[in-house]
């Protein structure tokens, strides 16, 4: 049984798995309570669907780099609650990390979140796998102290060093 399996598990099973772990899907969420910012941002603001998201930060980048900024690092700031807010009802921000005194136009704007008091997740995965990851843990770690997520959450996604890792995922949380 072992000797017809064997070749099943070699060429389907263990790729998934090996790509599964590379992509951080065992890793786990790492919390702490913490201050956080300022983070002075420049951005597009989307009302619908968090899947659309990703386009938005791309469109943001390139109205950056077309006014002469580099984009720092990608930042979300989601103000609906997806478990209580229809898809075209939700609204967020995609943008990038800028200093301070930056001048944008193309539609961007920018604007300061203050330095507060956080509840922090950080997660090691792909940028596909890593909120869920994030949220979950958030949301647990929550739900053991009898409360639940609020809203708005910032996410800060930094690159990774290399190709053989993956980047890393801040989920930040206001925590009073």
């Known amino acids: 049984m072992l000797k017809k399996l064997l070749p099943f598990l070699l060429a389907f099973v263990l790729p998934l798995v090996l790509i599964y772990a590379w992509w951080g899907g065992f890793n786990s969420a790492r919390i702490e309570e ?6 002075t941002y ?34 979300t ?11 075209p ?3 967020a921000r995609a943008g990038f ?5 930056s001048q944008v136009g193309g539609g961007l704007r920018i604007d300061t979140i203050p330095a507060r008091r956080v509840l922090s997740v950080q997660v090691r995965a792909g940028s596909l796998l890593a909120p869920s990851k994030a949220y979950l843990a958030l ?7 009898g409360r639940g997520i609020q809203m708005p959450t910032v996410e800060l996604y930094a690159p990774a060093e290399s190709r053989l ?6 989920v930040e949380m206001e925590w009073r």
């Open 77 to 87: 700031v989601l103000y609906s609650n997806p478990d209580l807010v229809d898809p």
């Open 34 to 39: 913490t201050t956080a910012g300022p983070y």
């Open 97 to 101: 990390l800028v200093p301070a005194d």
């Open 165 to 170: 890792r993956m980047g890393l995922l801040t």
């Open 42 to 75: 420049a951005y597009l603001e989307q009302k619908g669907d968090y899947a659309k998201l990703p386009e938005l930060a791309v469109k943001a980048r390139q109205a950056l780099e077309a006014g002469g900024l580099s984009a720092g690092t990608p930042i």
């Open 89 to 91: 009802e939700r609204l």
């Open 139 to 145: 949301d647990r770690y929550l739900q053991e102290r």
